[in-house]
């Protein structure tokens, strides 16, 4: 009983506040053909299109133009093919090499601190190698 006497009074007072009038809005003009915005059609698969991996394809259009069609979890996406960029590793930068004998000590400077490795020269990688070469290039300028 005390429930629905508060619940009551709740709605009592909920109705008693005032309320705002409402402004009445301004009537819009209607949209004309120039400013709606263009529907475009939904990117289809092209029937010469060759699977290349999972879920992707590759075309090339009319004009020559490679592209790589992707199936997502959006729907189908297309973008241009382009040549892959090859750039020199820059791995080796910052490592010091001292060559002692058939072994060589590497040193760099990281986060936290001088790190420091020792290998004979057959079982260098190839950052270390391309260090070395840089190191005697640099060496046999001075």
Known sequence: ??????????????????????K????????TAAKKAPVMAPLTLPTAAVS?????WTHT??????????????????????APVVTESRLHEG?????QGDQVQFSRQGPFGLTSWT???????EVERMAIEKSRAAKSKQ
């Open 1 to 22: 009983m005390l429930h629905a006497g508060i619940l009551l009074m709740m709605t009592l007072a909920d109705l008693g506040q005032s309320r705002p009038v409402a």
């Open 24 to 31: 009445k809005a301004a009537p819009k003009a209607p949209m």
């Open 52 to 56: 290349s991996g999972p879920n992707q």
């Open 61 to 82: 259009d009319a004009q020559g133009k490679e592209w790589i069609y992707r199936q997502g979890p959006f729907g189908l996406t297309r973008m241009a093919k382009t």
């Open 95 to 99: 490592i010091s090499v001292v060559e």
């Open 119 to 125: 290998k004979k020269m057959d079982d260098v990688n």
